[in-house]
């Protein structure tokens, strides 16, 4: 699976294309008519990028497998509204709404599989691309205009209310730029205001999210706690990822807020109650991605793979922790030479062989607890609407 370099380069100083030269910039794309279905990436009722096929070939530790086949709900009872992260490879600094691959294999990947419980939500929004990220990291000019992504996302939002919502509970999910964009949306139009009470909950993967040390509301969002159990409601699961044996360096970027006595959000999926558990990862069974090594043989034998997902039970474990003033989720590959599985996971963000550190296992921040998120969601749901 070819994970366009999506989930990677959000502001990646990449030697090579520290040589780009930034693209001209001419006027902006027309802006969105979210009354139009054209301008959603994804809407319930229609074949698109969230309703890829996500059957997945489990893998157990003697080295057995099974296809295990993926059904979307019939009749979901609640619905979820997905942001995507940085994928857009257009030419200018926000992207145009035209779906194009990369948006689509990033929906396929991390949105398609919450349609086993819920109608999936996927606004087009002219998001920063990675071309304009790529030129600020080179020193050149770029001007994106990051409001214009917000408000994008906000119109959607109101015309989802306006027309879908219906009283529906309703899960936000997004990563990287995404959760960034759902924090402001949360900030701005959720928290504190009426709407809230539809809120089921929020998991904005791949951002940091600032609450106090040592509890589970304030900072950035005033009334939206940390989900501490999978029948809470109206509550925040967030976290940025990095192996257990190689903890965020001094320079990274994630799992680190700015403001005295605050300390980056972590929520394990896999044991949200807190300590270490084993999670339920769903892998790309090629890579992590066009910035990630790629994955070698799931197997000793060599055996293909003909899913795009693999499931490899009780070989990840996950748990939240912290290096410093850092605040992650530890991701543990239990790794047992004796059987023929693999013992290697991909999803270092590399870039000409070379691993960065300070991005930990950015690519996969969903993969390794995909699993997890969509029970969670529906767990979630379940309970809200039975205080309902």
């Given amino acids: ?26 006027a902006p794309a027309a802006a969105p008519d979210y009354t139009q279905d054209g301008d959603w990436l994804c809407r319930p009722g229609r074949t698109d990028a969230c309703s890829a096929n996500q059957d997945a070939t489990v893998i157990n530790a003697d080295g057995s497998r099974r296809t295990e086949i993926f059904t979307a709900a019939a009749d979901p009872k609640f619905d979820c509204f997905y942001v995507y992260p940085t994928v857009s490879l257009d030419p200018t600094p926000n992207s145009d ?11 396929a990947f991390q949105a398609a599989r919450f349609a086993k419980y819920c109608r999936v939500f996927a606004p087009m929004y002219r998001q920063v691309t990675l071309t304009a990220l790529q030129a600020l990291m080179a020193g050149k000019p770029a001007n994106p205009d990051r409001a214009m992504a917000y408000n994008d996302v906000k119109a959607a939002w109101d015309e989802y209310l306006a027309r879908d919502n219906k009283g529906r509970g309703v899960v936000l999910i997004g990563h990287s730029q995404g959760s960034g964009v759902l924090k402001l949306l949360l900030q701005q139009e959720i928290d504190g205001k009426p709407v809230q009470k539809q809120l089921i909950s929020a998991m904005l993967l791949g951002t940091n999210v600032a609450v106090p040390a040592g509890k589970d509301v304030g900072g950035d969002l005033k009334s939206i706690p940390l989900c501490r159990k999978d029948s809470q409601t109206g509550c925040l699961i967030s976290y940025v990822s990095f192996r257990d044996n190689a903890p965020p360096p001094e320079n990274s970027r994630f799992g680190v807020v700015p403001e005295p006595g605050m300390v980056a959000a972590c929520t394990n999926p896999a044991a949200l109650g807190g300590g ?89 921040d969903m993969p390794v607890a995909m699993g997890n998120l969509v029970t969670i969601a529906d767990k979630q749901a379940r309970a809200w609407a039975a205080k309902r």
């Fill in 1 to 26: 699976m070819k994970m366009i370099a999506a989930l990677t380069l959000l502001a990646m100083p990449l030697p090579a294309l520290a040589q780009a030269q930034p693209a001209p910039q001419p």
């Fill in 276 to 364: 270490k558990a084993v999670s339920d990862a769903y892998l790309g069974t090629t890579g992590a991605g066009l910035a990630s090594a790629k994955q070698g043989p799931w197997t000793s034998d060599g055996a293909p793979v003909t899913t795009a997902f693999v499931k490899v039970p009780g070989l990840i474990s996950t748990q939240c922790t912290t290096s410093g003033t850092f605040s992650y989720l530890a991701v543990s590959v239990n790794a047992d030479p004796a059987d023929p599985r693999t013992d290697t996971i991909v999803g270092d963000v590399s870039v000409l062989g070379k691993i960065l550190p300070d991005w930990g296992l950015h690519l996969i």
């Fill in 97 to 107: 709404l035209v779906i194009g691959p990369e948006e689509r294999a990033v929906a």
